[in-house]
């Protein structure tokens, strides 16, 4: 009885102790919700911007491609040179965007504490043999972003240096029938590519849109 007596007001301090953590418990985890929140609302408005910009270069190379077939078809050779004039610069622009996104991506890995490039790791024999330890969720999708705007940043050059390649043909008066052809398919590859982007980014901004009503929810 004593000893239960003598331990008592030490449960008390204790007791009290813990109900006044409580509020700082729940603080610091809104504190962290609103974090994710203003974070999610940052993602969504950098994928809307991104969203307007490919949907006007889809529009752009789009319309370039059409002026340009129909140029060819009529004959006027005039006319697909100041087309080529407006494609080159279409080209110029699209490969700066192109070296933007894939910086932007790069960051936004490297924020979520991810290589990268992951060091692989070796087995007894000295082999790699994985790439090292598995992303998080976040991170996975970060990763996924950046791979795919270097591959789609490395498919554009590959095509605008096709593209130049041919325009020399046309330069220096020796481009004919299959030239054209070629010139032809290069431009379904731009529009083709520039469509590919349109719909990455009205996924990622639905993936964005959707992350940010699961965090409000969580309020």
């Known amino acids: 009885m004593r000893l239960t007596a003598r331990f008592f007001p030490f449960a ?22 609103k974090a994710r ?17 490919d ?43 192109n070296r933007q996104d894939r910086a ?6 490297e924020s979520t504490g991810a290589e990268v490039t992951p060091t692989p790791t070796q087995n007894r024999r000295g082999r790699a043999v994985d790439r090292g330890p598995q992303d998080n969720a976040r991170q996975a999708d970060a990763r996924s972003d950046f791979e795919a705007e ?3 940043a490395r498919n554009t050059r590959e095509l605008a240096e096709q593209l130049r390649e041919v325009q020399r043909r046309y330069e220096a008066g020796t481009a004919g029938p299959r030239v054209h052809a070629q010139k032809s398919d ?10 590919r982007d349109y719909r990455r980014s009205t996924r990622e901004l639905a993936e964005d849109e959707e992350r940010l009503e699961r965090l409000k929810a969580r309020r």
């Open 12 to 33: 008390i301090t204790l007791a009290l102790l813990g109900t006044l953590s409580v509020p700082n418990v729940a603080d610091a985890v809104n504190g962290q919700l």
């Open 150 to 152: 270097r591959e789609d």
């Open 55 to 97: 949907k006007k270069d889809l529009k752009s190379i789009d319309k370039l491609s059409d002026k340009w077939h129909a140029a060819r078809d009529s004959g006027n050779t005039d006319k697909m040179a100041r087309i080529d004039e407006d494609l080159m610069e279409w080209l110029r622009e699209e490969l700066s965007e």
């Open 186 to 195: 290069l431009l379904r590859d731009l529009v083709r590519s520039a469509r």
């Open 104 to 109: 932007r991506a790069r960051a936004e890995l």
């Open 37 to 53: 929140i203003s974070s999610a609302k940052h993602d969504m408005k950098e994928s809307k911007k991104l969203l307007k910009d």
